[in-house]
């Protein structure tokens, strides 16, 4: 005997991955609907080692007000602008579809009870809000039994933050900014899935920060409103740099890949050092990687590795999997025994080995010694999929929260 | 009775500054006549703290070859171009006056003898090359005595070191980068003397590097062959900030001075940071130095300070005399008892010091840490005056040179 709509939860789950951009997204040109200055890309992280899991559901007799919990901490979502704007979007495209079958239950009428807890600590300084609303809209979407494509929720998730449009599928993804006003065509598309370019790892060079950073909407306003050198960035080095990313994308040229994203991080830090007053995410742990990349490329006579660094001093050091030893052995041969953090996934090529990769007399023992003392974690990974439907609920039949 | 020329030892001495731009030279248009990018501006820094002493002689009798001896060690004048340019262009000029004038002795045929010294330890990390240069420039055109003004001579000097051009003149000096293909409207000029605006003052930190920084000429040659931002700082950022600062320097306003120092800093090491591959020259303590500066300004409530960073870790902070408990106070604090450098001609008005400035809660306390670590000298300034003639001779009568 099935259950009256009046007493049953309906639920839905999705785990959504976490993206590191490789053409930095940094500046808004309307901060309301989160439309950004210029495109940016990024590759999708496996969900194998960092993921969000969210389970959207609704119920008649659920308390009136929406609710979201993180990470076991029910949160403010009246003061969420943001949570707010997503949530309305996606009850409006529900009620589209109740209107046009009214055998339909009206879910667009029931409070929201939302559970979402992420697989990583958010003391690893990696930018949760990409994968937190990307799983937030995927889960509401599946809830609502949305027919809408990932293309089209992008835009739903990008108001909630703007790197989420990029966490709703996997592989290499770009973010359009397109140019209307409404913001309609600044929406994520693949650009290639994963299966075509599989190889693709990264590891994370997790840094302990000097100071808290600026916050990254404030730190885009800034820099939009005061570099000199920014508008040069976004409306020309940029879209010439997507282009060449895209085709080196399409060929798995990795050097040409590895160059741009280098220079593409170099390029948005300038920006941000370019701003009144200046802001600094890099520190010298962070320029030490820096070097080490140049050290390995310039020793392997290749470019096998690149490094790019987000709105904080963490490196993330791509390469490709046949590298492993070069890359990832050297790394963990400086950075010796007591890193954590190599175990999981990824771990298999590096188990057994046995060679420190790259010599250390050819890196500069600075380097070794700065990257030594500064990072303590890292998180080894490779390119991942989109957002995943599973049966892990987060909320039980009876609409209870589950904490795990 | 006289000596005959062929006996006779001809000298000049003259003292040179260092100067420390507030809108960077970086970048040549010609790398063979140095010709630069940009128009930069410097403050001339007082003799009383820092300056070169050079001794140009020149006799009949003397060893064929030129001989050039920098703080007691020959140098291999033939394998420096720029040494050879500068010469052959005084001995040229000073022909020009020997063919007018045929009772003049014929100097432009005898070698010549230079000998010059720093009064700085090179370690002190401040680029010497262009109180050097001016130094040598200036020395050899009074042997000559040379018609031509600062102005002139600083054409040549030029092609000595480029910012040593800005080294022949006190006070606030531009170096008009100039459009002639052949150089010679590019040249320095006092924008105003040192009297017009006496109460300027500078504190140099001193930082030492964590690795040989990239010479400022192989550096300046990447970024304009790579960094897709440096254009727009030649073309259109630095000459407005050229307008500006020459604006607030007449008007002897600080404020405005100081952000543009610092805004101009910021921005040629954020080309720096977009250049391929990357070149930073600042590093943690460096930015320790930015945010005490940012910090002290915030906590007093006005511009007092303002840091500016050449082609190394070492901050240069300008200030005015009245501020000095606030600004060079706080430092002072600060570093502590084991600082060296505070004492000399600059000291009085910190002798006394009781308040600590700007009370210490005011500034990050990381900041503090890294600044008392990174820091251990400093170099207490002010603006001075250009190159002076003196009888402090480094070359006796008989022609041998004298070590200090």
Redesign the interface.
């Known amino acids: 005997m099935a259950a009256s709509p009046d007493s049953k939860v309906f639920r839905a789950t999705t785990t959504a991955p976490v993206n590191i951009a490789v053409i930095k997204y940094w500046g808004k040109r309307d901060a309301v609907l989160n439309l950004p200055t210029n495109s940016s890309l990024s590759v999708t992280l496996s969900q194998r080692s960092l993921r969000t899991l969210t389970t959207a559901s609704c119920a008649s007799f659920y308390p009136a007000q929406d609710e979201l919990i993180l990470n076991g901490k029910p949160q403010d979502i009246q003061s969420s602008k943001r949570t707010l704007a997503c949530l309305a979007s996606l009850r409006s495209l529900r009620r589209e579809i109740e209107a046009s079958d009214s055998s339909l239950p009206q879910l667009s009428a029931f409070p929201l009870r939302i559970v979402s807890e992420n697989n990583f600590p958010t003391a690893a300084g990696l930018a949760s809000s990409a994968a937190g609303f990307a799983a937030l809209v995927r889960a509401v979407a599946d809830l609502y039994q949305l027919p809408q494509s990932a293309r089209d929720l992008s835009r739903i998730a990008r108001q909630g933050s703007g790197s989420a449009c990029r966490s709703l599928m996997g592989g290499y993804v770009a973010w359009r900014a397109g140019s209307l006003e409404d913001g309609s065509d600044s929406l994520a598309e693949e650009v290639a899935s994963q299966s075509h370019w599989p190889e693709m790892r990264a590891v994370v060079l997790v840094v302990s920060a000097?100071?808290k950073d600026v916050p990254s909407t404030e730190g885009m306003q800034t820099t939009v409103a005061t570099s000199?050198?920014f508008?040069?960035?976004a409306t020309?080095?940029v879209p010439e740099r997507m282009d060449a990313i895209e085709t080196a994308i399409q060929n798995r040229d990795f050097p040409a890949f590895a160059?741009i994203t280098?220079?593409d991080s170099?390029?948005f830090?300038?920006?941000c050092?370019?701003?009144?007053?200046?802001i600094?995410y890099m520190?010298?742990v962070s320029?030490a990687a820096?070097r080490l990349v140049?050290d390995i490329n310039r020793a392997v006579g290749r470019t096998v590795c690149s490094y790019t660094f987000d709105a904080g001093p963490n490196a993330v050091i791509y390469y490709l999997e046949k590298d492993t030893e070069l890359v990832a052995g050297t790394i963990k041969t400086i950075l010796g025994e007591k890193s954590e953090g190599w175990e999981g996934p990824f771990y298999e090529p590096l188990k057994n080995l046995t060679a420190p990769g790259v010599a250390l007399d050819q890196v500069?023992p600075?380097t070794v010694e700065?990257l030594k003392d500064g990072v303590s974690r890292v998180i080894l990974t490779g390119v991942g999929e989109g957002p995943v439907s599973v049966d892990d609920h987060l909320v039980n039949e009876k609409g209870d929260a589950i904490y795990h």
């Open positions: 000097e100071k000199n050198l508008a040069t960035r020309t080095v160059e280098m220079r170099n390029g830090h300038a920006t050092l370019d701003s009144w007053p200046p600094f520190n010298d320029r820096v140049h500069d600075r700065l």
